[in-house]
T-cell receptor
């Protein structure tokens, strides 16, 4: 049973380009969470999605960032017109039911570097 | 003030020592998680607690809901336990994370 998959593992972009980060949850999991870890900082919640729905995006920056989790395929975190401050590790996690008392399983992360 | 406070920030131990990492939180929560982040950056969920105590191998996690406090213990520590240990609390739909405790276990 494969765990949470994220790709790419490393992504380099120049300022102004777009970054697309993908997350495939564990089999049977329909809830996905995205977190960001800035250099030398702790993890911060960004967005919580269920298939075809954004449940909570209170942690997402208001501009340039968007997320989706379509009926088929992985969840995508999209960052438009990247800036140097977007350089960070982006982790996704998944859970089966999305209940509060449930373990979240983390992917290996995507390390984004903006030049 | 951060909603989730961990102590200590850094911890160095000799192999075989008993380790304790503490976590205090200030919000009402439904669950508390202990995570381990390896030097390579990957994150592993160790425990999810809503009350009492859980044990897995050499790791023990406890939580006191009334005091808003949790501890992670490692018995007979080993160099492979060297990692950053992160406390996280589930608060509505999102998770709030502590800054992490960097543990180094020397042989």
């Amino acid at each position: 049973n494969a765990g949470v998959m994220q790709n790419p593992r490393h992504l380099v972009r120049r300022r102004g380009q777009e970054a697309r980060l993908r997350c495939s949850p564990m089999k049977g999991h329909s809830h996905v969470y995205w977190y960001r870890q800035l250099p030398e900082e702790g993890l911060k919640f960004m967005v919580y999605l269920q298939k075809e729905n954004i449940i909570d995006e209170s942690g997402m920056p208001k501009e340039r960032f968007s997320a989706e989790f379509p009926k088929e395929g992985p969840s995508i975190l999209r960052i438009q017109q990247v800036v140097r401050g977007d350089s960070a590790a982006y982790f996704c996690a998944s859970s089966r039911r999305g209940t509060e008392q449930e373990t979240q399983y983390f992917g290996p992360g995507t390390r984004l570097l903006v030049l | 003030k951060n909603e989730v406070e961990q102590s200590p920030q850094n911890l160095t131990a000799q192999e075989g020592e008993f380790i304790t990492i503490n976590c205090s939180y200030s919000v009402g929560i439904s669950a508390l998680h202990w995570l381990q982040q390896h030097p390579g950056g990957g994150i592993v969920s160790l425990f999810m607690l809503s009350s009492g105590k859980k044990k897995h191998g050499r790791l023990i996690a406890t939580i006191n809901i009334q005091e808003k406090h949790s501890s992670l213990h490692i018995t007979a520590s080993h160099p492979r336990d060297s990692a950053v240990y992160i406390c996280a609390v589930r608060f509505n739909n999102d998770m709030r994370f502590g800054a992490g405790t960097r543990l180094t276990v020397k042989p």
